[in-house]
Structures are given as structure tokens and as C-alpha cells.
């Protein structure tokens, strides 16, 4: 049963390879992405050296009146792996996908005589809407700390910056702190910084693929992955790709109705509004007369 | 089966609020009242942002009212003049209202704001109804026949200037008190998403002695315009009302109203009184309870207000 199935594997990431090889032109933008990411390693271009290239299955996702949150998929190859098999744990590999960077105020209550009551806030200039993260075994296990740092892996690295209001005002670090577990936990609750230890699979000796949820939920906006190839702790390679999320058809046409002509739009929800009592009212009348 | 709510920014069940709005519909045709004290909390405690929750149930009221007020219209039961006075206080008390909730969910407040403005009129007037109620039902079964409120002792409100004469209310009283009374309401509208008919019924009944027949028609003259607006200025200000949300609710609301009436007949005026109040306090405990209990979780997040 195990054989079979890894023989299919096999097979799929041979189909992978082969889909990442001919289709050319979707794949572009990815492979310009890598090599942004890692200039100097293009210049040592040296057989032997891994890189990795990245895609996703659908580069744009769009928000109708039918969303109710998706999958894509994040897949890769490693270039010249030197890894045996999909089995053998040579290399981590971890998929960060991020939403949009927004400004966010985060509030703490304290009992006031007696009433629980919003006393302190801090804000925030800007933190990821959406953040998810999945990786080959969990993130604390395949790199140190001050490696984590360096690259924003994991949800104790997630990029929050305070604004700068509020460290002028004099926050403790003990506090910000507390914050910054604070928005991590009520993000995890509405499912929105989601974490995989073992999402992503590698099917061969150089193709890997994660799983990424995106709920229904996720603000819309610009979504961006990123994905580190790992060996003994270091960060061989790094690449980036995006999906657009976008409002589309009735949704986008109600969101730009409302927020580019508020007027307008008011005015038509109040006539709604009206037809909706008049034609209710009459309906009714009619209905009852009988 | 799902649907993407384009303001709220989520996914909801069309079901859960078709029905949200039928069984308001239903208690509020059952006991004639706007229904937006009982909506607005269960939107919010629905996951629906409370801003969002208090501009989307405006425009409901408008189409739960409209139909109501054109009938009372027919009926020569609307006092225009009275009711211009009262739309002329409502629309500026509703602008403030509207500019009230902007500062609050910029403070990070309009939340507790909005449970302690609902917690104090819900059980003032909960308490008040049951008060009332209970005794008319003692009364009633003790054999004392229920008498009415004799009306027409001057008060103080007739010492004010500005008079004028109000022919179908039979009234020659200032104008000043009818604007205040439109203010507030309006104000009330603007900040807590109900149609304040709880009060400026009341209002009218025991401040201004507006006739009985009159003041049903022209309360909801008066919140039909005023919520009209409302719901413009929570649109233009907070973008904050929610077409679909509202479009759900109002469907579901005026099926909900039919029904509601039908049963509502078979009821009492003091039974009806007693139950509603009965309900009444039960959403001001709710409501209350929030506030005073540790909540398990301290921290809220909410994203900028009207970031634009």
C-alpha cells in the first residue's frame, strides 16, 4: 500500500516537473522572482549549489458572492538536489504565505468599577492580515533561532511594527510583548494565522508542495509567498511568488458602489429600502384580502 | 448555502439570517414595535462588526416602517406638522449620532458605548413595561375597571415660546420640544441602530399629549425619514451598511411581520405588554452580562475605523 502510493507520488511529481518545464510562460515571473531573491549565487552559478524555484496554482484567486475560502497550492523544485529520495529528510523547506500588511489596533480591557472596559491599546503600523506557515517538521526544530529572526519564520517572527505614536508613549517590551501573543492567539482563533508543521511534502528528490488554506475569511488584497530551502540550520536558497486576491462580478461592483460613491450608495440601499416595504406591503395587502 | 457579505467582508449563511429576520419580524409584528433593539444585539452577537451591524439594520427600518407609515398616512393618522418638527430635531440629532459612533470606534469605545446605552434604555423601559403591565393584569383581574390617562394638565412644557398650533393633534404647545424630543431620538438612532420608537412614543404620549390615534402614525413618519438619512450617513461616513445583510433581513423581516401580526391578535394589550418586556430585560441582561463577567479573553483587535 505505502509503495503504491509513493509510486504515485512519484509520477505526479514527475507531471509537476514536466508542467513547471513546458508551460513557459507562467512560469516566468517565478523564476525572475528566485533570481532577484539570490543574485550573488546566479553570479557563482557553480554545478552543485541547490536553488529552488517556486510557483503556485492559481496565481489570482478572486472574491465572488460564492467565496468561501480555497486551497493553493505552493510547489518548487530544487535545483541540482542532492538529495537521495522524497524520504530522506535532506533538505526543510518552509512556505510562509502573507496577506496584506495593514494597520491594526490592539486593545486590552481591565475591570473599571466594576464594568470590563478597553483601558490600553497599542497600535500597530503594520502586520500581515493573513499569515500561514508550513513546513518539512516543525519550524523550532530546523533552524535557531537568530536564523528565524533573520528570515521572519514563525508566528514569534511575524513582522510587527509598532507605531511609532506608541513607543514614544513609553510601553514596556514586557507589555508590547504581550501584545504581540495576544494578536497571534486571536488571529489563530479566526483562523487566519494558520500553521502546518508537516505541510510541505517532498515528492521526488527535488519537488516539494504545500497545501495553503486560504479561509473565507482572508482580506482581500495582494497575497505573497515565500519559501526557504534548509540544510543543517542554514538557508541554502530563498524564492517568492504571489496570488492576487481579488473582489470580482457582483462583490467588487457593491465594494467600489460603497466606497467610491457613498452618496450614491446610500441612497440606493434607502430606495431598496422603500421598494422593499412598498412591494412587501402590497403583496401582503393582496394576500390577505383573500 | 453561503454568501460573501460585500461591506462585512465574510461569508454567512443566507439561511440564519433569513431567519434572523423573520423571527424579528415575527415579534416585532406581534407586538408592534421597530425591532432594531432586539436586531442590532443579535447581529452582533452574530460575529456581524457592530458598526456594521447598526448602519445595515437602519436601512432595515426603513423598509419595515415605510409600509406602515403610508398606511397611517392614508388614514389621516400623520400629523405632517408635528412630524416635520420631530424629522427637523431627528436629522440633526442622527448626524450627531453618526459623527458619535466615528470618534468612539476610533477611541476603541463604541462597543461598550453601545452595551451601556443599550443595557440602561432596555432595562429602564423593560422595567417600566413589566411594572406597568403586571399591575393593569392585577387590576383587570380584580374586577377595577382600567381607566385612561386624562389628558390636557398644562405643564411646564407649555411655558415655553415659540408656539404653535397643531390641527391634528389638537394641540397648541412650542416648538421647541418636539425638535428636542426629534433630536434624541435621532441621536438615539444614529448611535444604537434602533428606530427609537420606544421613546418617542412615550414622549409624545406623556410630555407632548399628542392623541393616541396620532402618535403611532406620526412616530413612524418621523423614524422612516430619520433612518433614510441615518443610513446615507453611516454609508458616507463609516461605510459601514451592508446591501445584502440588509436585503436578507428585510426579506426575511416582513414574512416574519405577517405572521407576528396574526398572533399578536389572539393576545391581550396587557399580555403583549408583559411578554415584551419580558424580553426586553432578557436582551438588557444578556447584554449586561458581557460587561460585567471577566471575559476569557482580554484582548480584542479591531482594524482602523473609516481608514480611508
Redesign the interface.
Given at each position: 500500500m505505502r509503495q503504491l502510493h509513493n509510486a504515485m507520488r512519484a509520477a505526479l511529481a514527475a507531471a509537476a516537473v514536466m508542467f513547471a518545464a513546458t508551460s513557459g510562460a507562467p512560469a516566468q515571473p517565478a523564476r525572475g522572482a528566485a533570481a532577484e531573491a539570490a543574485p550573488k549565487e546566479d553570479a557563482v552559478a557553480v554545478a552543485g549549489k541547490e536553488r529552488i524555484e517556486v510557483d503556485v496554482s492559481s496565481r489570482s484567486v478572486a472574491v465572488t458572492s460564492s467565496f468561501n475560502g480555497t486551497e493553493i497550492i505552493v510547489f518548487g523544485t530544487v535545483e541540482n538536489s542532492q538529495q537521495a529520495s522524497a524520504e530522506s529528510g535532506f533538505y526543510d523547506v518552509v512556505v510562509i504565505v502573507e496577506g496584506t500588511l495593514s494597520p491594526i489596533v490592539a486593545r486590552k480591557k481591565s475591570n473599571v468599577g466594576g464594568l470590563w472596559v478597553n483601558t490600553s491599546s497599542i497600535r500597530f503600523a503594520s502586520l500581515p492580515t493573513y499569515y500561514a506557515i508550513a513546513s518539512t517538521r516543525p519550524v523550532d526544530e530546523l533552524a535557531e533561532p537568530d536564523v528565524r529572526d533573520a528570515h521572519a519564520i514563525g508566528f514569534s517572527h511575524v513582522p510587527m511594527n509598532i507605531a511609532s505614536k506608541a513607543l514614544a508613549s513609553g510601553i514596556s517590551a514586557e507589555e508590547a510583548q504581550n501584545f504581540r501573543d495576544a494578536i497571534v492567539r486571536l488571529k489563530r482563533k479566526e483562523g487566519l494565522y494558520v500553521s502546518s508543521d508537516y505541510g510541505v511534502a517532498f515528492i521526488g528528490r527535488s519537488l516539494f508542495r504545500a497545501t495553503i488554506e486560504l479561509p473565507a475569511n482572508v482580506p482581500v488584497g495582494p497575497v505573497k509567498a515565500r519559501v526557504y530551502l534548509i540544510r543543517n540550520g542554514a538557508v541554502l536558497s530563498e524564492a517568492t511568488t504571489s496570488v492576487s486576491l481579488s473582489r470580482q462580478g457582483f462583490e467588487l461592483l457593491m465594494y467600489n458602489f460603497a466606497h467610491r460613491q457613498p452618496l450614491l450608495y446610500g441612497l440606493f440601499c434607502v430606495s431598496l429600502a422603500v421598494g422593499a416595504g412598498l412591494l412587501a406591503s402590497t403583496l401582503f395587502r393582496k394576500a390577505g384580502a383573500h | 448555502m453561503?454568501?460573501?457579505l460585500?461591506?462585512a467582508?465574510?461569508?454567512v449563511n443566507i439561511f440564519v439570517f433569513l431567519g434572523m429576520g423573520a423571527a424579528v419580524g415575527f415579534l416585532s409584528g406581534m407586538f408592534g414595535v421597530g425591532g432594531g433593539f432586539l436586531m442590532t444585539p443579535l447581529l452582533i452577537f452574530s460575529g456581524i462588526p457592530s458598526a456594521v451591524a447598526v448602519g445595515t439594520e437602519a436601512?432595515?427600518i426603513?423598509?419595515?416602517?415605510?409600509?406602515g407609515a403610508?398606511?397611517q398616512y392614508r388614514r389621516k393618522n400623520v400629523d405632517i406638522k408635528l412630524g416635520v418638527l420631530l424629522l427637523a430635531g431627528g436629522i440633526v440629532g442622527s448626524y450627531l449620532g453618526v459623527e458619535v459612533v466615528k470618534i468612539l470606534r476610533r477611541m476603541?469605545?463604541f462597543d461598550?458605548v453601545l452595551s451601556l446605552a443599550y443595557v440602561s434604555f432596555l432595562g429602564g423601559i423593560g422595567t417600566l413595561m413589566l411594572i406597568e403591565s403586571l399591575n393593569t393584569i392585577r387590576k383587570s383581574r380584580s374586577g377595577v375597571a382600567v381607566s385612561s390617562r386624562k389628558p390636557g394638565q398644562h405643564s411646564w412644557i407649555h411655558g415655553l415660546p415659540f408656539k404653535m398650533r397643531f390641527h391634528r393633534s389638537k394641540l397648541y404647545i412650542s416648538a421647541i420640544p418636539p425638535i428636542v424630543i426629534g433630536a434624541f431620538v435621532g441621536f438615539l438612532g444614529g448611535v444604537m441602530g434602533v428606530g427609537g420608537g420606544f421613546i418617542m412614543i412615550p414622549a409624545m404620549i406623556y410630555l407632548l399629549r399628542v392623541p393616541t390615534n396620532v402618535v403611532v402614525g406620526t412616530s413612524l413618519f418621523q423614524i422612516t425619514f430619520v433612518t433614510?438619512v441615518t443610513?446615507?450617513?453611516?454609508?458616507?461616513q463609516n461605510?459601514t451598511?451592508d446591501?445584502?445583510l440588509?436585503?436578507l433581513l428585510?426579506?426575511g423581516g416582513?414574512?416574519g411581520a405577517?405572521f407576528g401580526t396574526v398572533a399578536g391578535e389572539k393576545l391581550k394589550g396587557e399580555q403583549l405588554r408583559f411578554l415584551l418586556a419580558a424580553l426586553v430585560l432578557l436582551v438588557c441582561l444578556r447584554l449586561g452580562w458581557?460587561?460585567?463577567?471577566?471575559?476569557n479573553?482580554?484582548?480584542?483587535?479591531?482594524?482602523?475605523a473609516g481608514?480611508?
Open positions: - | 453561503n454568501f460573501y460585500p461591506i467582508e465574510m461569508s436601512a432595515q426603513v423598509a419595515s416602517s415605510v409600509s403610508i398606511a476603541g469605545q461598550l433614510a443610513t446615507v450617513l453611516h454609508a458616507t461605510y451598511v446591501i445584502v440588509a436585503l428585510m426579506i416582513v414574512i405577517q458581557d460587561l460585567v463577567v471577566r471575559p479573553e482580554l484582548y480584542s483587535l479591531s482594524s482602523l481608514g480611508h
